[in-house]
């Protein structure tokens, strides 16, 4: 009897659900909510996805299915953003695979769209273009916010930001297939208009570019930004590895150089889709070979205060935290080196001593001498 009440709640609650969907207007042009609503985490999850493909078959017409679609990407790029805060990394990947197969429907629209005017045609495709931006402009905003949280140190565990990175990074890609793909139909329509009004290829770029100024698409200024933040990301690489001695790969340093030359040889072909990837993959080059010095970064600090000293090892992504009832450098030396399996000589190379708040670096015998004299 109880089950067969429970059965006839969720019937109700799943009737009531879809009447408000099948009875709602349905509108592409809607304003998108970056609420996350149901997460993965709830059994209501899978409900909700099937609720979201309901209201996408509903809508009529490519260019309106491939906007309805994007409004729901932005659903699922909010899941992620709050599995990731919670650290719910499996749930957080669900959403991401969700988010992808959405953003593939999207591109197979974009294929679609078909007009008896190449102009309109293209204008249509111009739109979804715009839809598109503002969701890329969201998912940079979430790979920024969420790029903290991986840096925080302690706070996740080195493959919980391996699977975040993963996870963010295959945002980046999901998005990037679908602009390529409106390149491509854009590319495609340009040549049809060219067969109809034998126009120039130069008179349909500035009647194209005129489009994409009125619906406010901004792949340019995008692409320009893209470079010159690669730039900039270069420049301060280089300051740190000069700060702190650190020696950058000359491999990682020609790739990166020929991907921005490409990146700008594009941009000055009118590419900007493809100078903006290309901007983008130098950039990403580099903050894999920061995290990569950071990975492998060893550090031993030991705080001698009290007649008690406070020791933390870090070696790549290894650490240990003690504590000794001495002030004997060789004996915490000695300790470090049971602890760690290091030498003393790659102990002195990268410990840092403070005594009493004053930091020094010295050598072993260096420090012993200066805590003789102290005791005297």
């Not at 919980?160 to 390529?180: H, M, W, Y």
């Not at 410990?351 to 012993?368: C, L, S």
């Amino acid at each position: 009897m109880l089950v067969n009440k429970k059965e006839g709640y969720m019937k109700c609650i799943i009737f009531g659900v879809l009447l408000i969907v099948l009875t709602s207007p349905v509108n592409a042009q809607q304003t998108t909510t970056i609420d996350p609503g149901v997460t993965p985490d709830s059994f209501l999850w899978g409900l909700d996805k099937a609720f979201d493909q309901v209201t996408l078959l509903l809508v009529a017409g490519d260019v309106d299915k491939a906007k309805k679609g994007l409004e729901i990407a932005e659903e699922r790029l909010a899941e992620i953003r709050e599995m990731i805060k919670e650290n719910k990394l499996g749930e957080a990947k669900k959403a991401q695979e969700a988010h992808g197969k959405t953003l593939l429907k999207v591109k197979e629209k974009v294929k679609e769209v078909e007009e008896d005017d190449s102009l309109q045609e293209i204008e249509k495709v111009i739109e979804i273009e715009k839809e598109l931006e503002k969701h890329d402009d969201d998912v940079e905003q979430t790979f920024g916010e969420l790029k903290v949280k991986i840096e925080i140190k302690g706070e996740i565990t080195q493959e919980q930001k391996d699977l975040i990175n993963s996870i963010l990074n295959s945002l980046k890609g999901q998005t990037g297939e679908v602009e390529i793909e409106i390149e491509n139909k854009k590319n495609k329509i340009k040549i049809e208009i060219e067969q109809e009004t034998d126009k120039s290829e130069g008179e349909i770029e500035i009647e194209i570019e005129s489009i994409e100024k009125e619906k406010g698409v901004k792949k340019q200024k995008k692409a320009l930004e893209a470079i010159e933040d690669a730039d900039e990301e270069l420049n301060k690489f280089l300051e740190e590895a000069g700060e702190e001695n650190i020696t950058i790969s000359q491999d990682v340093l020609d790739q990166f150089n020929s991907l921005l030359d490409q990146a700008k040889s594009k941009f000055d072909q009118g590419n900007y889709v493809e100078a903006r990837r290309l901007a983008k993959q130098a950039e990403k080059l580099l903050d894999d070979e920061k995290e990569e010095e950071e990975l492998n970064e060893n550090g031993i600090k030991v705080e001698i205060k009290d007649g008690k000293a406070e020791v933390v090892v870090e070696i790549g992504d290894s650490k240990w935290k003690f504590e000794l009832e001495t002030t004997d450098l060789d004996t915490i030396i000695n300790e470090i080196a049971v602890r760690t399996g290091l030498s003393s000589e790659e102990i002195n190379a990268i410990m840092k001593v403070e005594i009493d708040g004053d930091e020094e670096e010295q050598e072993a015998g260096d420090e012993n001498e200066g805590l003789e004299g102290d005791e005297e």
